[in-house]
């Protein structure tokens, strides 16, 4: 079974919202430290936003006022939501579990990805 | 923060090839915990290496991580045709922010 499964992507035009989804099974949202990745045309992969500790949210300054994300701890379901959206906001957007204990040493990476769910911002 | 690797490389099929992650603000020491992710196109990524140095579950032992002077090291031994892919290193900068690198397109031929 898939852990983690994006939707919510779409063809949108500049200025306009979306919200995507990340559906997870095996763990739950509200114990973990939650993030959505995305990879644009031609770079590399760019760190977007977290949600853990409870509500603790941070997100990129390249998308700082304009994204946010939330859950549903009920359904176990991690939302992005994409306001005031850019051209260069297109791109294939990854949720992932990143993994954080201070347990021994401590250990940070992302363990779990999805599958990614591609935006295409354009008019 | 910017967090720097080598945009290309090449490696023979079977040869040995080490890619490097690099902190403009200074030395890549354990303590930011480097991991390592390899990523074929259209695919999600697959975790590598954590801590620096450890193999993530069912990575084949050809792929290994360490410290290498001032940066963050991934070799691989032995590499295979279907190594070839985008490599990326993330360190972490504490207070749940991780930072990737430009990444590495491996060539093997």
């Known amino acids: 079974e898939v852990p983690l499964v994006e939707s919510g992507g779409d063809l949108i035009q500049p200025g306009g919202s979306l919200r995507l989804s990340c559906s997870v099974s095996?763990?739950?949202?509200?114990?973990?430290?939650m993030t959505w990745v995305r990879q644009t045309p031609g770079k590399g992969l760019e760190w977007v936003s977290v949600?853990?500790?409870?509500?603790?949210?941070l997100t990129a300054d390249s998308v700082k006022g304009r994204f946010t994300v939330s859950r549903d701890s009920s359904k176990n379901i991690l939302y992005l939501h994409m306001n005031s959206l850019r051209n260069e906001d297109t791109g294939i957007y990854f949720c992932a579990r990143f993994f954080a204990t201070t347990w021994g040493q401590g250990e940070y990476y992302f363990d779990y990805w999805g599958q990614g769910t591609q935006v295409t911002v354009s008019s | 923060t910017v967090v720097t690797q080598e945009p290309s490389l090449s490696v023979s099929p079977g040869g040995t090839v080490t890619l490097t992650c690099a902190l403009n603000s200074g030395s890549v020491s354990p303590d930011f915990y480097p991991s390592w992710y390899q990523q074929t196109p259209g695919q999600s990524p697959r975790t590598l290496i954590y801590n620096a140095n450890n193999r993530f579950s069912g990575v084949p032992d050809r792929f290994s991580g360490s410290i290498l002077g001032d940066k963050a090291a991934l070799t691989i031994t032995g590499a295979q045709a279907d190594d070839q892919s985008d490599y990326y290193c993330?360190?972490?900068?504490?207070?749940?922010?991780?930072?990737f690198g430009g990444g590495t397109r491996l060539t093997v031929l």
């Open positions: 993330v360190l972490y900068m504490g207070g749940g922010i991780p930072v």
């Open positions: 095996g763990f739950s949202v509200s114990s973990n430290y």
């Open positions: 949600l853990y500790s409870g509500e603790t949210i």
